[in-house]
């Protein structure tokens, strides 16, 4: 007989989120040191929390819920990557682990939620009270030949995350982020978060991100998230100001050379539907749609 079990997420739990992630959405790259860091160093200010849903002592469903630090608007809460694995559908497994999210939403005093969904769970997220809104489409990119290092135009200057003072790193990130296309404003990116989430992050390579300077002025980035051969595009934007200049072009695909000179064989990435600018420098790079994810929003009361 089966015992089912939804409980905390705890640090050991790493190994087993991982390979059921890599079941469920394989074009996520998250390593298990990476995840164990996530449980056991949860983001501050963000009243993080993660459920598991177990089966015979087996993970296989997840969820996180927190609030969101990056916005100035107002009381929004998060519900990242909830899913079960195929073969434990359809047993009550999922709306175990929302309503876990939803509870710690409440207590946090969330009010206006937001989610995402691949496409043929839509009719899950309408019926527990969501509302899709926006596509985010995911890409990936064979890294096998490696892309050739760009060749920067006098006064750009590709240089590597190892050799950047983090602080300037994000300022680029906060300011290029500030009009990403999305269902609340990412505007409010400060240091510490950035610090604990990117900076800190066991999975960055620094070798492999790539920071343009002109002038002496960081202006754009693209940075690399990696576990073993596969990367993760974790931003790459350029500060207003300095855009229409193909920056952000030059910056990943030198990103994406010391990536895969260095044994990563793929990388993946995504981009809101509005986000024009960028899917058009990933189409121009190679990189080829993989799969799809709805924003869902819904009220909390």
């Known amino acids: 007989?089966?015992?089912?079990?939804?409980?905390?997420?705890?640090?050991?739990?790493?190994?087993?989120?991982?390979?059921?992630?890599?079941?469920?959405?394989?074009?996520?790259v998250r390593g298990v040191e990476s995840t164990r860091r996530m449980i056991a160093e949860p983001p501050p200010a963000e009243d993080w929390a993660a459920w598991v849903a177990e089966v015979d002592g087996q993970v296989v469903g997840w969820v996180s819920a927190y609030r969101n630090s990056h916005t100035s608007a107002a009381n929004v809460g998060e519900i990242s990557t909830l899913h079960v694995h195929p073969a434990h559908r359809l047993r009550g497994l999922g709306t175990a682990l929302l309503d876990a999210a939803l509870g710690h939403l409440r207590l946090i005093g969330a009010k206006r939620l937001l989610t995402w969904s691949q496409p043929d769970s839509l009719p899950f997220a309408r019926r527990h009270g969501?509302?899709?809104?926006?596509?985010?489409?995911?890409?990936?990119?064979?890294?096998?030949?490696?892309?050739?290092m760009p060749e920067p135009p006098p006064a750009v200057r590709l240089l590597t995350a190892t050799e950047v003072d983090p602080r300037r790193i994000h300022r680029v990130d906060a300011e290029s982020s500030m009009d990403e296309p999305g269902d609340v404003p990412t505007d409010a990116l400060g240091y510490d978060i950035w610090h604990h989430e990117v900076w800190e992050n066991?999975?960055?390579?620094?070798?492999?991100?790539?920071?343009?300077?002109?002038?002496?002025?960081?202006?754009?980035?693209?940075?690399?998230?990696?576990?073993?051969?596969?990367?993760?595009?974790?931003?790459?934007?350029?500060?207003?100001?300095?855009?229409?200049?193909?920056?952000?072009?030059?910056?990943?695909?030198?990103?994406?050379?010391?990536?895969?000179?260095?044994?990563?064989?793929?990388?993946?990435?995504?981009?809101?539907?509005?986000?024009?600018?960028?899917?058009?420098?990933?189409?121009?790079l190679g990189y080829r749609p993989v799969a799809a994810q709805w924003s869902c929003l819904r009220d909390l009361t």
């Open 202 to 284: 066991v999975g960055l390579d620094r070798d492999a991100s790539t920071v343009a300077e002109v002038d002496g002025t960081l202006v754009a980035i693209s940075l690399v998230k990696r576990d073993g051969d596969r990367m993760w595009s974790d931003f790459t934007g350029t500060v207003p100001g300095h855009r229409g200049r193909g920056l952000a072009r030059l910056a990943k695909q030198a990103a994406l050379h010391r990536a895969a000179t260095s044994g990563v064989r793929t990388a993946y990435t995504s981009n809101d539907e509005a986000n024009a600018p960028m899917l058009a420098i990933n189409a121009r």
């Open 130 to 148: 969501f509302t899709p809104s926006r596509e985010l489409r995911y890409s990936a990119l064979d890294l096998r030949p490696a892309p050739p």
């Open 1 to 28: 007989m089966t015992e089912d079990l939804i409980r905390r997420a705890r640090p050991e739990d790493a190994a087993g989120v991982v390979a059921l992630r890599t079941v469920v959405h394989p074009y996520l």
